[in-house]
Structures are given as structure tokens and as C-alpha cells.
């Protein structure tokens, strides 16, 4: 340890300053948000929506600050208000990255579970890693299988089109749990249906009954459920029909990577991230399965919300807000969006 070296591979690939090697059983993780303490040292406040560069070993990785949950102030340890993280503090914050990035949590190894941030070319703050409520996403990166390749239609998506009479596509509704999802979802099946469409509900506790049963709600599990889920959906339009998934889906990564799989037979337009939008409070105190009285209670692990994070779209191509619209009102504003995105008769 400590010690320079070289390293001849047997094949070549190409790495950047900063990356790291490892042997396979004891892989960093790999992703593009995770939490950190931090030891404020900048000049100016720190707080949601400002960029750093991310000092991580050797590398310098370009990261925003997503949330603050929660500061501290050293000097008494008493907590204040989280959109004033000052000089001397400590914040617990959630940072994300560009991109995908190896890193380890602190827990795990303490070497690489540091860091520091630099702001106008001076250490601003320096921190440790935890990657508590959020997934390594590794294993949704790697394919195993090796020796396959893949069939061609001779049903074009113009065939499927004609024989639907519209175009295939994912609306993907996303939210806490409570906020109303499935109860849109069955709504607006029934009235895509009644004006000609070919629709479907993917909701998840239909899909935790078969495909996904050996799936828990850890994180690592939501990642995976999310991921088989998206598949699916693609799958689904590109047969040409209107699929409607109706997932909490509460990390951001998760959902992009399902818009990514629409779009790997649909093009762009293929996927729309639909918002169903209600606060914690209105969802909690609906809580029409009893849920949030479990977490509450402690009798459930990792429930988005209460003890596990849910990260609202950004820039959701439909938002509808559960908490000011009724049923038939939400179901009306995702009805006309389809209508006006997936007309009939219109390819």
C-alpha cells in the first residue's frame, strides 16, 4: 500500500485519471447519487441546486447538491434551517453526479469513502460517503449472458400501427406511495379502452405477484424491480400498445434508464414520465393500506417517504396533482394528454 506500480492488461482498454481497480469480488459501487456528511469550509452557503467538483482519490467529478436534509452547527450542535448551511457547519446532504461513478461507502472503506469539494479552485468542504437508501447500481449495468444475438420482426412497427390504429408508447406514472398511482392507472385504462386504444396496467403490486415476487424493497430490490419493469413496458409498446406502469419508482436513475429502454424501440416520444403528485402529509394521512402506520410504527424497513428516499421528476412531461383534482379530474388531464400525444388514426 502506498507503493507505485505498473500494470501490463491482456487487452486494451481505455481509462481516465482517477478511475479505480479492484478485485471482482470487492467491486466499488457504482452510481450517480449517493448521501454524504459534510464539513462546510466555503465562503458562501452551501444549499440545493449548487455545483461543485468532487475531489475523489485523483479524480475531479462534477456534482450538484440535490438535498439537504439536515444541518448542525458545531459550535452549540444544535440543528437550523437546512437552506442556510453556513461556515464551520455540518450538513447531511444528497449529492449526484453526472454520471455513473465508482465509489465506496465510508463503512465499507474508509480510504475511499472520502472526499473533499472545490469551489473557484479552493476546498470548500470535505466529507465522508454513505450510500444508505440508495442502490448500487452495478448489477442493473452488467449482462451476463454472452452469446446472444438478437432477432429481427417482420411485424413493423407501421403493421402494428395500422392493425391498432395508433402509435405504442409508456406512460409512466411515478409518485409516493398513496399519491393515487394505481387508482389513475385502472381509471384511465378503462377510458383509453372505450375510445379504441390498446391499453394495459403494469402496477406493482400486480408484478411483485409473479415476475418480481423474489424481489424485496431493499434497495438494491427496488433498483432491480424497476429495471425488469421497464423492459417489460418497452416490450409492450413496441407491440404497439399503450402501456400505463404504475410504480412509486422513487430514484431518478431508475426512471431514466426505463425511458432509455422505450426509446431503444420507440425513438423519442416513446416515453412519458407522469408525475402523480401529492405531499408527504396528504399521502400520509390517506394511507389506504395502512403503510405509513407500519413505518411509523417501525414493522417496515425502507419506505420511500419515511425512511427511504423518493426523488421527484425533474422535468416530468405530465404532472397531476391527486391532492387538488378528483379522480375523474386527474383521469380527464391524462386522457387528453394521450389523445393529443397518441392520436388516432395519426402515426
Known amino acids: ?18 478511475e479505480i481497480a479492484s478485485h471482482g ?14 464539513f462546510w469550509l466555503g465562503q458562501k452557503p452551501l444549499g440545493c441546486g449548487q455545483r461543485y467538483r468532487m475531489k475523489y482519490g485523483t479524480a475531479e467529478i462534477p456534482v450538484e447538491i440535490q438535498l439537504v436534509e439536515r444541518a448542525i452547527d458545531t459550535a452549540d450542535l444544535s440543528e437550523k434551517p437546512v437552506d442556510a448551511v453556513a461556515r464551520d457547519m455540518v450538513a447531511d446532504i444528497v449529492l449526484r453526479a453526472r454520471g455513473l461513478v465508482a465509489l465506496d461507502d465510508y463503512k465499507t472503506n474508509a480510504r475511499t469513502g472520502r472526499f473533499v469539494l472545490i469551489e473557484d479552485f ?10 444508505a437508501g440508495y442502490p448500487d447500481q452495478r448489477r442493473l449495468m452488467m449482462q451476463k449472458s454472452k452469446n446472444i444475438r438478437e432477432v429481427a420482426h417482420r411485424v413493423t ?39 379504441g386504444y390498446q ?20 434497495p438494491d430490490d427496488r433498483a432491480e424491480n424497476i429495471r425488469r419493469v421497464g423492459e417489460v413496458a418497452a416490450l409492450f409498446a413496441d407491440a404497439g400498445m399503450l402501456v400505463i406502469s404504475a410504480f412509486i419508482s422513487p430514484y431518478r436513475s431508475d426512471r431514466e434508464r426505463a425511458r432509455l429502454s422505450a ?14 403528485e401529492a405531499s408527504l402529509a396528504i399521502c400520509e394521512g390517506r394511507d389506504p393500506k395502512g403503510l405509513y402506520r407500519l413505518a411509523r410504527s417501525g414493522k417496515i424497513s425502507d419506505f420511500t417517504g419515511i425512511s427511504a428516499p423518493y426523488e421527484p421528476p425533474g422535468n416530468a412531461e405530465l404532472s397531476v ?10 383521469v380527464d388531464r391524462v386522457v ?6 397518441f392520436p388516432i388514426g395519426q402515426p
Open 1 to 18: 500500500a502506498g507503493e507505485s506500480i505498473g500494470i501490463t492488461l491482456d487487452e486494451q482498454i481505455f481509462i481516465e485519471r482517477g
Open 25 to 38: 469480488e470487492g467491486a466499488p459501487i457504482l452510481t450517480d447519487v449517493f448521501r454524504a456528511r459534510v
Open 122 to 131: 479552493t476546498i470548500a468542504g470535505g466529507g465522508i460517503i454513505s450510500m
Open 157 to 195: 412497427p407501421p403493421m402494428r400501427f395500422e392493425r391498432n390504429g395508433h402509435r405504442g408508447g409508456v406512460l409512466w406514472f411515478t409518485g409516493l406511495s398513496g399519491a393515487g398511482k394505481s387508482t389513475v392507472a385502472i381509471a384511465t385504462e378503462q377510458r383509453l379502452y372505450a375510445l
Open 199 to 218: 391499453v394495459y396496467v403494469l402496477d406493482g403490486d400486480n408484478v411483485r405477484q409473479g415476475l418480481n415476487q423474489n424481489l424485496g424493497f431493499s
Open 263 to 276: 426509446e431503444r424501440f420507440l425513438g423519442r416520444g416513446g416515453f412519458h414520465e407522469i408525475y402523480i
Open 321 to 330: 396533482d391527486t391532492a387538488a383534482l378528483s379522480v375523474e379530474a386527474a
Open 336 to 341: 387528453d394528454y394521450v389523445r393529443s400525444n
